[in-house]
């Protein structure tokens, strides 16, 4: 248990507690509670890290007010950056490299001339200006998924049950199950095989 | 204004509430230009490196926001107003070394520890071409940018794209190279 009763984590370099919106396993590993410095979530158990999930101290967590994210039973992440404002979903066993960046908001709108209005308002730190009605397209990643190093993962994107992502890739579509992709933009490489369901494996 | 005790350069000039921080912002600083650096007011430009040159210069106008920013330019790097970067950008106006595989030997013995304290040989000519990035452009996180580029007005970067080539003005560009996929 990583997690102390006062909120704080055990022998953690950073003097700030876990947000209390941050629902952890007693079993899940957490090494920092410098990954919530920037959280900004409002929910009750917007954050839901599972049994015997590890997220690393350069994973950190950038959520706006209605942002939800659920971290799977024995997923690792190791330095990734979660931009969330709606909500990011990552099952179980998925393991995530580092500096992965998995966004479901741009944060600002895409029309230069909103864009300018918004920022000659702001006087400080970006997210000062960021507004909660923007678009935000949910991300999913599925069960047994694997990210490589540096890889972005756009807005709206399902990534299926299996796949591998290649490092340095920028995923700004949905991967089917069971399947290798790189590039950037990313793109089929191959189909990976497929485990045997439970009822075909031989007692 | 920068956040560490060190010194800030003679040429550098800041405008009227702008910050600028960074553990390494003038680690690799070796501009002789003067202005080198000028900042525009109201910027927030957070853990910022600024690499330049001997001959490296760089302009920055109003309201710019970046986290995270490398600015590598032997050349010149402008960029306009409101220009937002996300975090991890990188900017470039040059290669740094000859793409001539003889002449990048003739290079790495110039810039060897061998010449510390005499005269050290020119280095063989550099690829350099300036960057423009134009008012109102949206960078994502992880992008990297080219000699030579300029960015259109209003332009939208996608993450972890490589602008190799001109923008045009309110494009949507992702991938690598850079492709265009749409309008803002």
């Known amino acids: 248990m990583s997690l102390l009763p006062d909120r704080r984590v055990r022998d953690d370099w950073f003097h700030g507690l876990v947000p209390q919106c941050v629902d952890i396993d007693p079993q899940a590993y957490l090494e920092s509670a410098y990954s919530f410095a920037l959280c900004r979530a409002e929910r009750a158990h917007a954050v839901r890290i599972e049994r015997a999930a590890h997220v690393y101290s350069s994973s950190l967590f950038d959520l706006g007010t209605n942002a939800e994210v659920s971290i799977g039973p024995f997923a690792m992440l190791n330095g990734a950056r979660l931009i969330c404002e709606s909500q990011i979903t990552i099952g179980a066993h998925v393991l995530i490299s580092w500096n992965v960046v998995i966004m479901d908001s741009y944060r600002l709108p895409p029309d230069p001339a909103r864009r300018r209005a918004l920022i000659e308002r702001a006087s400080a730190p970006l997210h000062r200006m960021v507004d909660p009605a923007l678009p935000a397209a949910p991300v999913h990643l599925r069960d047994n998924v694997w990210l490589g190093f540096d890889v972005c993962v756009l807005p709206g994107v399902t990534i299926g049950e299996g796949s591998v992502v290649g490092a340095r890739s920028v995923v700004c579509g949905d991967v089917s199950p069971y399947t290798l992709v790189a590039g950037n933009p990313a793109r089929p490489v191959r189909d990976l095989p497929r485990p045997p369901r439970a009822h075909e494996v031989a007692p | ?184």
């Open chain 2, 1 to 184: 204004m920068a956040d560490t005790e060190q010194a800030i350069p003679k040429n550098v000039h800041v405008g009227a509430g702008s910050v600028l921080t960074g553990a390494q912002l003038f680690r690799r600083f070796f501009s002789e230009r003067d202005p080198a650096v000028t900042v525009g007011a109201h910027c927030h430009l957070e853990d910022v490196q600024l690499a330049l040159g001997r001959r490296g210069h760089v302009t920055v106008g109003d309201h710019v926001f970046a986290a995270g920013l490398m600015i590598l330019s032997e050349l010149e790097i402008r960029i306009g107003q409101r220009v937002i970067f996300s975090f991890h950008v990188v900017i470039a106006d040059s290669d740094f070394h000859p793409l001539d595989p003889a002449q990048r030997m003739l290079d790495a013995i110039a810039i060897s520890p061998l010449h510390a304290g005499v005269a050290r040989p020119e280095r063989p000519a550099i690829g350099s071409a300036p960057v423009c990035i134009e008012d109102d452009v949206w960078i994502g996180p992880n992008a990297t940018i080219l000699k030579g580029v300029t960015i259109g007005a209003g332009a939208f970067i996608e993450p972890g794209s490589l602008v190799t080539r001109d923008v045009p003005p309110r494009a949507r560009v992702l991938g690598n190279p850079a492709q265009v996929i749409g309008e803002v």
